[in-house]
């Protein structure tokens, strides 16, 4: 195992930026190309269902905050590692303020230094 999961929490910290950016351009090099996402409704396979399937919900969730709260490293090591945590905010859709909450687990994997979310499975 490496010898702090400080690398891995900064790239989190960078995927909640990047998604909180609406700047789909920015989640872009944050996912591994073979990723998996795993909603409540349906999965999705691939960058770029994956990236597709985001801008779509960025089109229709206006001023969405995504906070990633209680970060836990479940495990870490030179190559993978996979957290959890929990989700919750604000958006406004049609016109009227919503709010949603669940938890996550990602999967992350190092591709040649650089980490990659290979999975999300996100839950209400």
């Known amino acids: 195992m490496p010898e702090s999961s400080a690398p891995l929490t900064?790239?989190?910290r960078a995927y909640e930026q990047a998604t909180n950016s609406h700047d789909i351009t920015q989640l872009v090099p944050l996912i591994a190309s073979g990723a998996v996402y795993r909603f409540s409704d349906g999965s999705l396979r691939g960058r770029?269902?994956?990236?597709?399937?985001i801008?779509?919900?960025?089109?229709?969730?206006?001023?969405?905050i995504y906070p990633i709260d209680d970060l836990e490293?479940?495990?870490?090591?030179?190559?993978?590692a996979i957290c959890r945590y929990r989700f919750a905010g604000p958006?406004?859709?049609?016109?009227?303020?919503r709010s949603g909450r669940g938890r996550g687990?990602?999967?992350?994997?190092?591709?040649?230094g650089t980490w990659?979310?290979?999975q999300e499975h996100l839950s209400a």
């Open 105 to 112: 687990t990602n999967v992350l994997v190092n591709h040649a």
């Open 116 to 118: 990659q979310m290979l």
């Open 48 to 53: 770029e269902a994956i990236i597709s399937d």
């Open 73 to 80: 490293w479940i495990t870490h090591r030179d190559d993978d």
């Open 10 to 12: 900064e790239f989190i």
């Open 55 to 64: 801008a779509e919900t960025f089109a229709a969730i206006r001023d969405e």
């Open 91 to 97: 958006g406004t859709i049609d016109g009227q303020p």
